[in-house]
């Protein structure tokens, strides 16, 4: 049975993999194969991180009657990792390896130390908290992925 841990952990992993798929694109100087991949990879980073922040941040916030601390950290992080994809993103566009590496590997360290703190603690709490509350966040989130990937379609 898919829960919100193993549903918001899966997205980090498709996110991964769309980033690694970036990565190998550039390695190989396919350019327009690259801005095609980090384009995918940009959309569903975004389309995961508004999951969290207007669906499921909200939500463990009211449950607990006030802002909680943990995912106003998440948030501060989110900016900094939209901030990083955006300067990945532009060194594809402008076709530089050199700048790619740099911004690829501030991003996988910044996703990675962001992406433990969610999996092994926020994700727990945030469960443990919605599932008496609020046992239908899950479908929430699923059906705003669904209703994004349908927009980005037509």
């Known amino acids: 049975m898919e829960t919100l841990i193993t549903y918001l952990t899966h997205d980090h992993e498709r996110c991964d993999a769309l980033l ?3 990565q190998q694109a550039v ?3 396919r350019w327009m194969q690259a801005r095609r991949a980090v384009a995918a990879f940009q959309y569903a980073l975004e389309r995961h ?3 969290e922040e207007r669906i499921i941040f909200p939500a463990f916030e009211t449950a607990l009657g006030h802002a909680a601390s943990p995912t106003m950290m998440m948030r501060s992080e989110h900016m900094r990792i ?3 994809t955006h300067r990945l993103a532009d060194a594809v566009k402008a076709g530089s390896t050199q700048a790619f590496v740099v911004h690829a590997e501030a991003l ?3 996703l990675h130390g962001h992406s433990e703190k969610e999996e092994g603690v926020l ?3 945030i469960e443990s908290v919605l599932a008496r509350c609020c046992p239908d966040v899950l479908d929430i989130a699923r059906a705003f992925g669904c209703w ?3 927009e980005r379609v037509a």
Request: hydrophobic content about 50%; charged content about 30%; proline content about 5%.
């Open 27 to 29: 390695a190989a100087t």
């Open 82 to 84: 939209r901030a990083v």
């Open 49 to 51: 991180l508004l999951i």
């Open 148 to 150: 994004d990937e349908r």
């Open 123 to 125: 994700y727990p709490l």
């Open 108 to 110: 996988l360290l910044t």
């Open 20 to 22: 690694r798929r970036t």
